[in-house]
């Protein structure tokens, strides 16, 4: 009898364990990354991503860049298939193309709501349709509808970008994975319950199976000198001033980290230039501006840095080994005028001290020993540690750095760029990113939030050459005063409209429209350490290029990251309106304008009997299974819970009958 008392009792807890976790399931504002199940179903194929091609042309320092994914059906029964992936946080999104058999559906740009409106009916009318968002400006979604069994759906992606030169050295990057993002101790960042944050992984260690192949043609006006990938293996064809470079033939694993390539052009290593293209209703320039060699600094203002470094539990292992590599190398090379502190963060934060110490051996030692005893464990609350670290009293005497340390694997990007900006008064603020996988976005968008520099380190060599480059920066004194005019051009929306200071070995870059006759010349005037900075650039009809389409896409995305900026420190429906507008008038993605295909064929009698899939992401070489947390996901995992726990009552109960 008892015993009957106490199985019942244990299955009604055992039911109302699979309820409550039902509920959590429900509730998307817990919403966060959690780890994929395979799916137990044999009719349903739960991976239906085979295989994505990247196939990219440089052409000097404009990379038009082609995606291609192929979605297939090896199931039984009809499905949709949600995709998270990641792009560069240069790339003008510009064209998207389905083919589905014989069939090529060319996407059209839309209201990202009216998109979305067309997609659903598109999905219930039993029509096969593509839908691609961007939730992040450097994460989309793309959803496809009503994959039939034995459908192969291609779905081709097109984008251009500007590869800007860092220390004489270019280099194209393509983001494979998107890394999990951690969305607040209580699930109430700014992202609100947005469904990509709530992405299936891979357990660390398991490899997609998702097919990956990628080939870089290079044109460049001379020599192409150097030419290597620090993050894969690749086989390398050249010949003079052309090279073709292809992942080699063991890289089996290529889609969990970030593919980059590094080259360097013959003869002066960067030099100022001038684009101009004709366009049927706008013409547009490109200039960029090199800076000049960074002078020896005979006078060097005490400098006080503070480090904000990220311990949290996506950090774990390779990210936060290499991230204690970095701050042995910048902690450890501080002058003895000198100040510091060091500020960890996690789900909590922890100071060396209350104010800045003085870079002696013996404070060096302490912040070196509080460093290499964090293992890497919690949430990434990065706001509350910007807040302290922004409150930490200042020597007017001296110069201040804020560099912060992160994966970046957070959502409240807008929030840390708006704090940063209201925040950081006469200091700048670095940004280095740790990771095979790093959100591009975030560290770039901090660093331009304040006036500094970002820099993205995958590896352990790397790492000695940002702390090197690092150092040089802030060594050397800044371009400031930066006034640009043209002569005898009429040039309008010249991009930035607000020049920057400018660090060494980085050249400036400017976006704009000009009319009339191309003449005259481009005037940029600054002070340096060591006097006036002078650049003059003739302009002339042998400027002309054929690039118009990509100026057009460049100068627009351009001015889309300007707004932005201004939309996340200001707010208000006046950027939302310009960003819309500049989205459609551009055919480009945006926050708010998405790219819709549908295949006008109905294509599947009873689309009700379809299901959704959500393709799984490998985590990021490095990342340990500590970055998903252990929130439940808004899946039927909760029910797969319940039943192993009613199987291990069964064999409980066998076990017991048998005795």
Same mark, same amino acid.
């Given at each position: 009898m008892r015993t009957r008392t106490f199985l019942a009792r244990l299955c009604s807890l055992l039911l109302a364990m699979s309820a409550s976790l039902a509920v959590l399931a429900a509730d998307d504002t817990s919403s966060s990354p959690y780890f994929f199940v395979e799916n137990a179903d044999p009719a349903v194929d739960a991976l239906p991503l085979k295989a994505t091609h990247v196939s990219a042309r440089v052409l000097g320092n404009i990379a038009e860049v082609t995606v291609t994914q192929e979605y297939r059906n090896q199931g039984k029964t009809p499905l949709e298939a949600r995709y998270v992936f990641p792009a560069s946080t240069r790339a003008a999104v510009h064209g998207m193309t389905v083919r589905l058999g014989e069939r090529v559906i060319q996407a059209q740009i839309r209201e990202k709501q009216k998109a979305k409106a067309e997609y659903e009916q598109a999905k219930t009318d039993g029509k096969t349709a593509a839908l691609l968002e961007q939730e992040r400006e450097n994460v989309f979604q793309m959803n496809v509808a009503n994959i039939l069994p034995g459908d192969v759906v291609q779905v081709e992606l097109r984008y251009s970008e500007l590869l800007v030169p860092t220390d004489g050295r270019f280099q194209f990057v393509f983001p494979t994975v998107v890394g999990p993002r951690y969305n607040g101790r209580d699930g109430s960042s700014s992202s609100g319950n947005q469904p990509w944050i709530s992405t299936p992984y891979l357990p660390q260690g398991r490899s997609s199976s998702t097919q990956f192949s990628l080939q870089v043609e290079l044109l460049a006006p001379v020599q192409i000198d150097e030419i290597s990938s620090p993050s894969h293996h690749v086989d390398i064809q050249r010949e003079g001033q052309r090279a073709a470079v292809h992942l080699a033939a063991d890289e089996t694993t290529a889609n969990d980290r970030d593919f980059i390539l590094d080259f360097r052009l013959g003869g002066d290593a960067v030099q100022s230039g001038l684009l101009l293209s004709r366009g049927e209703g706008e013409n547009f320039f490109l200039a960029m501006v090199a800076p000049p060699r960074a002078p020896d600094s005979k006078r060097i203002v005490p400098r006080d840095y503070v480090f904000v470094v990220d311990v949290s539990g996506s950090m774990s292992g390779f990210p936060l080994d290499t991230t204690k590599v970095l701050l042995r190398d910048l902690i *450890?090379?501080?002058? $003895?005028?000198?100040?510091? %502190? @060091?500020?960890?963060?996690?789900?909590?934060?922890?100071? @060396?001290?209350?104010?800045?110490?003085?870079?002696? $051996?013996?404070?060096?030692?302490?912040?070196?020993?509080?460093?290499?005893?964090? =293992?890497?464990?919690?949430? /990434?609350?990065?706001?509350?540690?910007?807040?302290?670290?922004?409150?930490?009293? /200042?020597? $007017?005497?001296? =110069?201040?750095?804020?560099?912060?340390?992160?994966? *970046?694997?957070? /959502?409240?990007?807008? =929030?840390?760029?708006? @704090?940063?900006?209201? %925040? @950081?008064?006469?200091?700048n603020l670095f940004a280095f990113g740790i990771g095979s996988s790093v959100n591009r976005s975030l560290i770039e968008g901090l660093a331009r939030a304040g006036q500094g520099e970002p820099f993205v380190v995958t590896d352990d060599e790397s790492a000695g050459k940002a702390a090197q480059r690092f150092r040089r920066m802030i060594d050397s004194p800044l371009l400031n005063g930066i006034r640009a005019s043209f002569e005898g051009l009429d040039v309008y929306d010249v991009e930035p409209q607000q020049l920057p200071d400018l660090f060494a070995n980085r050249p400036l870059v400017l976006f704009g429209k000009w009319k009339g006759e191309p003449r005259g010349e481009m005037r940029l005037d600054a002070h340096a350490a060591d006097g006036q900075f002078q650049v003059r650039l003739p302009i002339s009809t042998d400027k002309l290029t054929d690039s118009g389409g990509a100026l057009a896409h460049l100068w627009a995305r351009q001015r889309l990251a300007s707004l932005m900026d201004q939309e996340a420190l200001d707010g208000g429906f006046e950027f939302s309106s310009q960003i819309l507008d500049l989205g459609l008038k551009y055919q480009l993605l945006t926050p708010y304008t998405s790219f819709i295909a549908v295949d006008q064929q109905v294509r599947s009698p009873d689309p009700q009997v379809g299901t959704t899939v959500d393709q799984p992401l490998p985590l990021p070489k490095g990342v340990?299974?500590?970055?998903?947390?252990?929130?439940?996901?808004? /899946?039927?995992? $909760?029910?797969?819970?319940a039943m192993l726990l009613l199987a291990g009552l069964g064999a409980w109960l066998w076990r017991r009958k048998a005795a």
């Open positions: *450890g090379r501080l002058r $003895p005028s000198d100040t510091f %502190n @060091l500020l960890l963060f996690s789900g909590d934060n922890r100071k @060396l001290a209350e104010q800045s110490l003085a870079a002696t $051996p013996e404070n060096i030692q302490r912040a070196i020993e509080l460093l290499d005893s964090q =293992s890497g464990r919690g949430g /990434t609350e990065l706001l509350p540690a910007l807040r302290e670290a922004l409150a930490m009293p /200042t020597d $007017p005497e001296r =110069s201040r750095s804020f560099v912060v340390v992160t994966d *970046g694997f957070v /959502t409240i990007e807008s =929030s840390a760029y708006k @704090l940063v900006r209201e %925040n @950081l008064s006469r200091a340990s299974n500590g970055a998903i947390g252990s929130s439940v996901p808004g /899946t039927p995992e $909760p029910g797969v819970w």
